[in-house]
């Protein structure tokens, strides 16, 4: 019998490119799919999928979640809190664990540099404790961590909210743009990427590279949130520049607030520290193994950008 794939939460960016490119990899019959909203997975369930419902912020939906799950790919909880999100992690491994799932794929992200443990970035803070609690229950399941890079398609995040619908020449940051960049990646390459993991390791366990490992999956190439402004702005036709400001100044800007706001705390000084790992170099480092698991070169950013916003 070919053992059970299992996306939890499947209907989301990131959920919904694995899924996706999992259906072309596998019959729909070996997946069971996971999702707060089970009405949005309809179509992979006429092709075949199993479904259910469960959901991060109700703990009891997590019981029995998984029961029948062989390999459970774990995308992150939605937001930049740390203990919360953290212990929705934890609580969603537990009862992984209970239901005998034998391998967690999980979802983490590209700051802390190649492969550390340490970054400055608070939105880094739950990745790190959930990777720590993973590799802590190794005898009782095997693990993988996905640092999936910073995606193309966030560019707004690291902005100030740019909106290409109505843009400003000005992007106010805490960061020059100079230095250290990011190696910006399409979400759906690292869809695409993630699920051919996954797949690698259903085929063979025994010969899976990533065994109780973390892989960075990131684009090919460094660009400076300088270049990263004059890209979009080449994109609508406007010359952009960042104007450097303080952290209190960003986080006073009208924008801000409701955009970093997580069960009622306003995080955006938080928030703030990613521009700090970014001067550190923690979003800069390219990796080889994306473009190695796609078996061709992943989608630069300048085509990404102009699929996305060129036509605006």
Known sequence: MSPIIGVFPASG???????NHLKTLVPASQLLLIARHPEKLV????????????????PSSLTNAFDGVDVLMLISY??????????????????????????????????????????????????????????AQKDKVSYTSIREGLYSES??????????KSPVEEITIPHSGDGPGV????????????????VSYVTNPTRFSYLNEKVLLSGQR????????????????????????????????????????????????????????IRNGEAATVSLALKDILGREPEDYETTIQNLIGNI
């Open 183 to 198: 190696s910006w990646v399409k979400q759906d390459n690292l869809g695409e990427a993630t699920a051919r993991l996954i």
């Open 78 to 135: 939605a937001s930049f809190e740390v203990q919360h999100r953290a212990e929705a992690h934890k609580l969603a491994i537990n009862a992984a664990i209970a239901s005998g799932v034998k391998h967690i794929f999980y979802s983490s992200l590209g700051f802390a540099g190649n492969l550390s443990d340490e970054s400055v970035a608070h939105v880094m803070g739950a990745h790190l404790l959930t990777e720590n609690y993973l590799a």
């Open 222 to 277: 460094e660009i400076s949130l300088t270049e990263t402004v004059e890209i979009i702005g080449r994109t609508i036709g406007k010359k952009l520049r960042i104007k450097e400001i303080s952290v209190d100044q960003y986080v006073d800007l009208p924008q801000i607030g409701d955009k970093h706001t997580y069960h009622g705390i306003d995080l955006s000084r938080e928030w703030s520290t990613a521009w700090q790992a």
């Open 155 to 164: 560019f707004p995040i690291y902005t100030a909210w740019f909106d290409p």
């Open 43 to 58: 179509a992979s369930s006429r092709e075949g999928a199993s479904i259910r419902q469960a959901d991060y912020d109700i």
């Open 13 to 19: 960016g990131l959920g919904s490119s694995v899924v």
